[in-house]
């Protein structure tokens, strides 16, 4: 009997070696780009269809802020979004008039005017426990599903950048320093 047993380890030795090697030849390291990267975010941002708010999920390259988020809420839905009869009752920066260009200090000739970004709609203020969306008066008075759509893409941003931690509450203020009307008590998880 320990004949036969030894027979099938001298047998089995040489057989596992060869499918150890099974012919692929070490290598060092191998350089293939950046380190990993990990997960790209995902925050929510609010269009609307049928008077309803729906959430699109959007990434962003950007660290997930408020500002951040209200920054890709401003752009609109994309032209796919839009054919699914997804639309912003938020003006577009680029389509609202910019400032009168003012005389440039070093030649007395005008600057080109530039394109207005959200920044220029919105001022996002976060303060110990809340956070404020102030809307510049190019805003002007927005309807309260458009507030909402601004409320709750700033609570959805805030569950992104600080995850199992309660949102601040968010409040909008109009041109005119008053609550704007709109409650985010409309907003859904998609």
């Known amino acids: 009997m320990r004949t036969v047993v030894r027979r099938a380890v001298l047998l089995a030795v040489p057989a596992l070696c060869a499918l150890a090697s099974c012919g692929i030849p070490t290598t060092g390291v191998v350089e293939a780009g950046g380190p990993a990267g990990g997960v790209v975010p995902t925050i929510r941002v609010y269009f609307v269809a ?15 802020d408020v500002e951040s988020a209200m920054e890709v809420l401003f752009q609109g839905p994309t032209g796919s979004e839009r054919a699914k009869r997804l639309a912003t009752l938020l003006p577009r920066p680029g389509l609202l008039p910019t400032a009168v260009p003012a005389p440039s200090a070093t030649d007395g000739a005008l600057e080109a005017p530039r394109e207005a970004v959200a920044a220029d709609l919105v001022e996002v203020v976060a303060r110990g426990d809340r956070v404020s969306i102030e809307l510049s008066p190019a805003v002007g008075e927005l309807p309260g599903l458009a507030v909402d759509q601004l409320v709750c893409t700033a609570l959805g941003a805030q569950r992104v950048a600080v995850p199992g931690a309660e949102p601040l509450p968010v409040t909008v203020t109009g041109p005119d320093g008053r609550p704007a009307k709109g409650t985010g008590a409309s907003c859904s998880d998609g």
């Open 50 to 64: 049928d008077d309803t708010l729906v959430a699109i999920p959007r990434r962003t390259a950007a660290p997930v």
